[in-house]
């Protein structure tokens, strides 16, 4: 092959290279090492392997001339500089070749041609024969004997013909073979290989496997089967080079050892030297394509999705040692490690991503552009993807309430906006987007998007949901009454779409009749009458629901008597007299606003307090109360006064286990009747002191719950031996929220100190704020945000709550440091500073921290999204107080749009 | 697996011929006959129909294509077969070391 040559003959450096490149795949081992030493000398690094390579080759065509002398010399100028796993297989090689240096087995012919032997060991005696190919030829003294040596030359030839593709002439060898002769099985495997090579898969793989198990060709078969898909029963001994059969066989010769070599150092853990293993020697591997280097590329790369924690853990750290300092093979390897990384960080589970994300998904942006091209519509999902990820909102820690932050705001907005732009088509970025603006306060911003979005997208249900929603927060009600009706009109089967449209038809309804417009709110309650339905359940369309609605807003707004007929209706389809008039009551506190009920609904109320009490009943008051108490601007203090009454009543009446689980589960999204869910979990206790359902409840509707992890996992074994699913549940919830809470009743206060020092001052105390990390051997942030959490919890609870507190300490503090955060609390100190009289001091075990190291500077950290200056600033919210000490379950809110 | 192998079509083929492709593979593969391979036909069509999907599998697709190197290359010769006949030296090595185990 030409290549390019100076005018003293001798080759450049990269001529030499493509000339020894091509040399090595051709097979002209001498040629390709010689130069690859050459090339060595410049850069050792890159060529020393592809020496190595064509060393193995080399000695690998002597064996096959049965040069094993030569081979061994080979072998051993490989052992001066070759890493030992390099050459493992060369000399097992080379050894089985030694070994397999032509004997007579003048006894298997001999044994053979007597006929007396049993079929297994006959079968022994036909392999023997057959893999000595070696053997020039056999005396066929007698008739016996001459039959062995005419089927051994036909099986011998019927194989060559076979390797030549000649099928025909194999078969034909092979024909004449009796059923009864030894070498039957290799028959068998001769027609296998034939019907492998026409591309029979079917024939060839029946074929295979009836072949003996315990024969050469039954072994054998193995690298057959690898090839048609199959997995193989190959011992470990002959792996190697059934693979390299069967990569041979498949058309990718080369392959086999390799692969074999990474198979066992995969299985064996060492994932990483597994990698490297094909890294160096195929100069394809990785790649983006459909061929094995790509398909192996996939394994490779994605693998460590599926890895165990530790393993993953140290696959991430090669992965990420790819993408520093360009140590890339190529730029392929870059950029699939960089995905890999990047899709790992999305992945997490970690409230924050990390800060590399971003800088690490653009570098794979850039890396992938270059390779495939730029493509708007690819970058505007990329874009998305990442803008997702930054959207995650991140659960407030501790006792933290209210809405959930974002975890990066700013950015999040940044690349979802980039993704409208690349692709305004991308319907998902606008989604996307939406809810971030407004988590921003970008009211205006959100507005416009929303707008937009119903005209790109005017058939998407998703966006009319949320321009419905949007228009619901400007109360644009008629806006969104259409918008619900179109996102009804494309998917009917949704069923909380009719629910969305009935909410939104009340309110509209209301809006209507507020404004003295009858009229058009009773027109607006007829369309929402047509979507009722014969659900008691139903709080939104269920039709008692909607004629109570219907009812309180004409008594409220219309006219009186047709309102009160329409509550009799109401009342006659609703499940009980109880939970109606509770609902009416309900809605009359959310529509009436200041105005008073009328007397006799008045008598109702309070009267169906009295008739009959239950605590199945109780629950379905409870789901009612719970449902109005997210309406907006809804005050339900009077109604829980009277829910907690009809609650004392019922517990006094008979009730099931069923029922009192049942109740407690809805009380627990109303923590002010706490009290009242101890009664019937109290109650339940008394007929079960072990019911670890009950106590669950009951420990955690204690003023201060400090159910241990030790004390819950008991709960939880017997809840899993009584196979109680639902305590189950509730275990696991508990044990999930405490690992919320500060440390407070872990930190062991007491066992590591001495007795308080009053004379702090001799300039080894602590600092001036109270410092964890070396004083309680606990990180300060986590010891400073619980005991920061703690104070403003006292600051707020009533002074009933914190002296219950103080008779009932958390585990290990002492009265002392409690009053000494009372006092903090009490005095609305913004800055934590313990006082130092009452500061224990712990035991010398090493280095004191010098007050450099102070890690508390009593200030929060500012938020992502406060940074930017473009977002207006404001306080971090204080840590609310923990009203809800019981983990709440997620609402299947009927109207979670709102 | 990568869809791409398991339907036969090239990584820059456009949504015809992806369809195409994914019509005749299951002819071959119906689900009363062989399931497993069906399925495996229908999610890599699921995964590549549109250019959508594409640039998301493309993109965000982790799915490893097997549990070991050599199981890879055994899920990989299911879909690129390719048959070829082994040397006759190649032979005579293999059949030498089966015979000794």
Redesign the interface.
Known sequence: MPHSRPVLGVPTPDGLEAQARKDLAAGRWRQARDAFKQLCKRDPATFQPLVIESNLGLARAMLGKRQISEARQVLAYLETFAPPEAVAGLEAEIGACADTLPTPPVDSVALLAEGSRPPTERRRYADELVADFGRAGIDAGTPARAQVAADLLAIHQGLEAACLGDHERALELVRPLKRDSAFAHWRLFVRAVVAFQRNDAEKAAQYFEELPVDSAPGRARAAWLLALGKPAGASAVVAEIVVEAAASLSGHPGWGRVLARADALWRAGKHEASYRVLRDWKTSFPSEGIDLAGVLSDFYFNSVFVLPETDRMAYEDHLQEITEGGRGKRPTELMLARRTLCLLMMGSSDDFPPTELRPMWEAFLRDHERAHGANPRRASLAWCRLGEVLARTRPKPLFGRGAPAFSDTPGAIVALEKSIALDPANASAHLLLAPVYKAARRVRDRNRLLDVMTVRFPNDKDVLLAAAAGCIDRKALVKAVEYFERALALDRLDPATPNYLVEACVRLARQHYEKRHPREGRAILDRAGELAVEAPDNFVRGRWCVATRRGVLEQIYGDAANGAELLDQARTISPSAAAFAFFARLAWSAYGRDKAAPAALKTEWERSAMECPSAAEATALVQLLVYWASAPNMRIGAEESWLRRYLKRAAKNPFTRDEAALLLEHLRKLPNLEREALVFASAALKRDRADPLFRLYKELLQPFPMLDRPQCEAILDEARRRGDAPAEQLAHEVMASQSMLPRIGGVPWDDEFEDIDEDLDDGESGPDSFNGVHVLGVPSEEVDEGIAAFVAMLAILPPSAVAALRKKLPKGMSAELFDALLSIAKSGTPRLEVPRARLPRRKSKGKRPSRSENHNTGDEPTPAFARDPAVPQRKPPVPAVPQRKLPVPSDPAQADLF | ??P??VLGV??DADDHTIRRAYLDAIKLAPPDVEPKRFQAITTAYEQIRN??SR??H?????????D??????????????????????????????????
């Open positions: 697996m990568n791409y192998l090239q990584m250019e959508v640039h998301q493309a993109l965000f697709d982790h799915t490893p294509p097997g070991s190197p050599l199981d890879v290359f055994i899920r990989y010769a299911q879909y690129h077969r390719q048959p070829q006949a082994l040397s006759f030296e190649m032979m005579k090595q293999l059949l030498r070391a089966c015979s000794k185990t």
